[in-house]
């Protein structure tokens, strides 16, 4: 078995990498934004085409966002005219996944004291993830919209790199893909060209260990599970 000191640190990088849905407000130096998206850009993508286009949000500018995003989202009339521009999640939910999707769900508003009846708290919880959770950093990621699937899957790997490369320096992320309800606000409060379109958006900051909803464990299938190995 192969042990050495730089896999220990990449393993713990990966594996303590989670999902932070409350962020302290201290801020983050520009200099390491830059230094995670610099080492991020080393993710592979097909012929080199480094697909990736980032907006990185802070200050006013994410208030902003924010606002614009939470007025429509919290409007009865507007949320309905408001939908994503690809599917995310799979159109019919089957087992495995639904099960585990609705695992991760209860066990959040578990932790937070929400029970099914609660629509306003489960309402209000899933809107914060349109304030970014209170993390200082708000990423916004788009892609050309020339591009095909080849490209998403590259940029799967650079947004691995991003969070991974986040934990390298003692920083959090949430990847969210709540944002992509709300693509034609976001274009417009950020003046995205027409021909990008939206991916997702990121959480960066510090965890805020007091909160609750950061005790948040999920669980992962043994490699067993998903693998074969052949011989």
């Known amino acids: 078995m192969i042990e050495n000191p730089e896999q220990k640190i990449v393993d713990a990088a990966i594996c303590s990498r989670r999902s ?30 480094q697909p990736w286009k980032v907006y990185v949000l802070t ?64 309402q209000a919880q899933h809107g914060r993830n349109f304030e970014f959770f209170d993390a200082p950093v708000g990423l916004i990621f788009t892609i050309d919209r020339l591009m095909e699937q080849g490209s998403w899957l590259d940029y799967g790997m650079f947004l691995q790199n991003v969070m991974v490369a986040a934990r390298a320096r003692g920083l959090d992320t949430c990847p969210q893909a709540a944002f992509t309800q709300f693509h034609r606000v976001i ?31 999920t669980e992962r299938a043994n490699a067993s599970e998903f693998a074969r190995f052949l011989e």
């Open 59 to 122: 200050g006013d500018i994410r208030q902003r966002l924010s606002q614009r995003i939470l007025e429509a989202y919290l409007d009865p009339e507007q949320v309905q005219a408001h939908t994503e521009e690809y599917a995310y999640y799979p159109r019919q939910w089957v087992s495995p996944y639904v099960d585990r999707r609705r695992k991760v769900g209860w066990d959040l508003y578990g932790l937070l004291g929400l029970t099914r009846d609660d629509k306003a708290g489960m």
């Open 187 to 217: 274009a417009d409060v950020l003046n995205i060209p027409d021909n990008e379109q939206l991916v997702c958006g990121m959480a960066l900051g510090f965890a805020d260990p007091a909160r609750v909803e950061n005790s948040l464990q």
């Open 20 to 49: 932070i849905r409350a962020f302290k407000p201290t801020l983050v130096a520009r200099e390491d934004i830059e230094a995670i998206l610099e080492v991020a850009a080393r993710a592979p993508s097909g012929s080199n085409t």
